[in-house]
Nanobody, 123 residues
């Protein structure tokens, strides 16, 4: 069973930066593709970024491309989301997700979810 624990959320002003972290509790972490999703109040959960099991391939939602960077450290079972130039519309609960196999952009494809971390961007 894979457990995911996010951290690093908080309150930041527009144009600021935050770095989210996700700790995974499985020795086979290196066989899982990872992703970040987010959910704002009253909205559906949406894809943000994904990274392959090797870390060599990534994909981003158009709304965050050029501002967010996903990365991972397989040696310490971690995945990160560096968020720069934050906007008020980035305000949401951010979730870490895992899927055994290739990159994924649909929440339905996720095998595991973290509990989420709140990110609030003030204008």
């Amino acid at each position: 069973q894979l457990q995911l624990v996010e951290s690093g959320g908080g309150l930041v002003q527009a144009e600021g930066s935050l770095r989210l972290s996700c700790a995974a509790s499985l020795r086979t972490f290196g066989t899982y593709a990872m992703a970040w999703f987010r959910q704002a109040p009253g909205k559906e959960r949406e894809f943000v970024a994904t990274i392959s099991s090797s870390g060599l391939n990534t994909a981003y939602a158009d709304s965050v491309k050029g501002r967010f960077t996903i990365s991972r450290g397989n040696a310490d079972n971690m995945v990160y989301l560096q968020m720069n130039s934050l906007k008020p519309e980035d305000t949401a609960v951010y979730y870490c997700a895992a899927r055994r196999g290739w990159l994924f952009i649909s929440a339905d494809e996720s095998d595991y979810w973290g509990q989420g971390t709140q990110v609030t961007v003030s204008s």
